[in-house]
């Protein structure tokens, strides 16, 4: 019987190192990713190199209208609608805020004379917000005001803004990373619905597109337009596309 508790005690002790194993190498490979994303940072804050190498024509083809989508990873996504009297070019990255996005706007947008810019940001201010109050309240109005100012540079260079909502968040099941260094999902949500609703108000100076209702509305089919909790898929994009198109051709 000794024997025996000593075999489980042995047992229970392996588990436990083999448990903390996996731990520990989960942790160093996301503090790596973050180091690494850090030091990518530091190195170029704005990734102004990202469409360096992208050859654009200065030109549309007669009778088009040249419309750059604008943003963070949600904008990098964005699969442009197939309609021939417009030419989409896409100036979105990754993992940008909105004042990344705003800094680097006269560089990756303005040089290319657009008529349009769809504008989609917001999301990576918001989902690592501090408990503090007074803090998430900074960052917020923050988001807000950098917003506004990318407006206000589109409308200098003679464009037309159309400003999406932020998208609502997808499958609540968060994974372990998100878990572990995101805001919580009622912060998240409270905090896109307040720059959602600063956004509404930024009319007339942009064209509101409610990418947010939209996705809201469809109640059983939205969960099916997300890849994870804050990307959408090919089918949520085609979906907002219907209505983008309509709006596109107002203009």
Known sequence: MKLINQYGLIIIISLLLLASLLVNSFLYKELKFVYLYWYATSLNPLSLKRYSDDKVSEKTRENQKKVVFFGDSRAVEWA??????????????????????????????AVLNPEIIVIQVGVNDLRMLP??????????????QNIAQIVQKAKEIGAKVILTTVFPLGDETISVQQRLFWSPI????????????YIKNLEPDA????????????????????????????????????HLSELLAKL
């Open 80 to 109: 442009k609608p197939e309609l021939q009297e417009f030419e989409f070019i896409n100036r979105g990255i990754s993992g940008q805020t909105s004042a990344q996005v705003l800094l680097r706007f006269d560089r990756h947008v």
């Open 131 to 144: 408990k503090s109050p007074k803090t998430r309240e900074d960052i917020v109005k923050d988001c807000q």
């Open 186 to 197: 009622d912060y998240m949500k409270q905090d896109i619905t307040e720059v959602n609703n």
């Open 207 to 242: 064209v509101i597109f409610d990418a947010y209702e939209l996705i809201k509305a469809q109640k059983e089919s939205a969960p099916k337009y997300y890849r994870d909790l804050v990307h959408l898929n090919g089918r949520g994009y085609k979906f907002l596309n219907q």
